[in-house]
């Protein structure tokens, strides 16, 4: 057997038996679970009803506004001004809404108040914006003889049908859908550079403190040790994600056996679901079928890719700054040049590559090797010709072999380097060696 292999062999088993590693393959998916439970629970719960005080000096507008959940309107027309506004400032209401008694109009839109000691909500401006100005807007109809009943009859509402080039019915949405597929294996692969890299670089700075780095290294070269501990590192990484899918698959599987079949319903609510399933029949089967469209090969064979390529060309840096310091306070200043391309890609995939998949940005950073990895995931779903999914690939890793000779040099002097914070001109001196 090969020194790499049994490199890669000892480090992959370093890693799946560390307690810490069987804890967390198990109690992640739960803690996923518990925190998707409480968001959902917290998202159930009502919010306190603030009160809003309407002083309306017309008497015409109160009865239009419609508390809500959130929001009670009272009356409080027959009180004085000044009064009100006291209880404002002692916060016994959310707000005033101040209604003067204007007969223009023009006049009246321009003179409405609402007082609070906080900046109020933007939805609920909106809305009384939205209710009075369209009061209004019926009342200057009215002064010049217009029939409002007559112009809602007249209005149309226009419902444009979605179609392909081959004639097909489509959906709305169809680009949310991509976004999300591709947004999910993007994400996916940043994270798992970020969470294995730096285990990576852990595991060198440990062994260089530890001065066992010192034993290893007059066995085998700096390069195999250093390919080992990436390669051993993945392996265990890919091993948790395999562990994680089949407990979610399962999971998903036991809860459509458990909870998809009702029981105990009524004729009446079995007719009515039924109905109510035959009316979203149609839209739901045009999502399935967008999403059954979707290159789903392409996806999942580019995905392992990326995945490979992205980790380890990543995982050569964490490698190198890991073996340069002796701590991992000393790391951070290396740490953010190596983060940053990651949060681009994903700024790049969600604010540019939904709007404009095929554009020149969106385009540029997915050959960029350092943004690819995601930025290619996210266009992917859009339809990429496979001469551009090949180029990125083989820019991708032949940026890895170039990245693993220079950070092999780093390695290779950083290892035996000790009590001296290295900064990034030593680390261009190491790479020259």
Do not use: C
């Not at 790499?4 to 069987?22: C, D, G, H, P, T």
């Not at 007969?103 to 839109?109: E, F, G, I, R, V």
């Not at 004639?167 to 993007?186: P, R």
């Not at 403190?209 to 590192?233: A, C, D, N, Y």
């Amino acid at each position: 057997m090969s020194k790499l292999s049994l490199i890669i062999r000892r480090e992959f088993l370093a890693k799946v038996r560390n307690k810490s590693f069987i804890v967390m393959t198990f109690l992640s998916p739960l803690l996923f679970v518990g925190i998707g439970v409480f968001v959902g629970f917290l998202s159930t719960m009502k919010p306190e009803v603030k009160t809003i005080a309407v002083h309306d000096e017309t008497g015409k507008y109160f009865e239009l506004l419609k508390s809500s959940d959130e929001y009670h309107y009272t009356n409080f027309s027959a009180i004085d001004i000044k009064t009100l506004k006291d209880s404002i400032v002692s916060e016994a209401y959310e707000g005033l809404l101040l209604i003067p008694n204007e007969t223009n109009p023009d006049s009246l839109a321009k003179s409405i108040d609402y007082i609070s000691n906080d900046s109020p909500d933007f939805d609920i401006i909106s809305d009384l914006e939205k209710t009075i100005g369209q009061s209004i807007t019926q009342q200057k109809y009215a002064s010049n003889g217009l029939d409002t009943l007559k112009i809602k009859e007249l209005k149309s509402k226009v419902a444009i049908n979605i179609k392909k080039a081959s004639g097909e019915k489509s959906i709305q949405g169809l680009n949310w859908i991509k976004t999300i597929a591709g947004g999910a294996f993007g994400y996916l692969i940043m994270m798992f550079i970020v969470l294995y890299g730096n285990m990576v670089m852990r595991s060198v700075i440990e062994e260089k403190t530890s001065r066992i780095i010192e034993v290893i290294i007059s066995s085998v070269k700096p390069f195999q040790l250093m390919m080992g501990k990436i390669v051993g590192t993945s392996l265990a990484g890919i091993l948790q994600f395999l562990i994680w899918a089949i407990l979610g698959l399962s999971a998903m599987f036991i809860m459509s056996s458990v909870f998809g079949v009702q029981v105990g319903t009524t004729a009446a609510e079995g007719q009515k679901a039924m109905e109510m399933a035959q009316n979203e029949m149609s839209n739901a089967q045009l999502y399935f079928q967008e999403v059954w469209n979707l290159p789903i090969a392409t996806i999942l064979i580019s995905f392992i890719l990326y995945f490979i390529g992205g980790y380890f060309l990543y995982s050569s840096f964490y490698a190198a700054i890991g073996a340069a310091v002796d701590n991992e306070t000393d790391s951070q200043q290396f740490l953010l040049p190596i983060i940053l391309p990651l949060i681009l890609g994903v700024y790049i995939g969600f604010f540019t590559v939904i709007n404009d998949p095929h554009g020149t940005i969106a385009t540029v950073f997915s050959f960029i090797p350092l943004t690819s990895p995601i930025v290619m995931m996210m266009r992917i779903p859009f339809g990429v010709p496979v001469w551009q999914i090949a180029l990125s690939l083989v820019l991708l890793f032949g940026t890895f072999i170039l990245v693993v000779w220079f950070a092999s040099k780093i390695y290779r002097v950083g290892i035996l380097m000790y009590g001296k914070k290295p900064s990034w001109k030593e680390l261009y001196k190491w790479s020259k060696f």
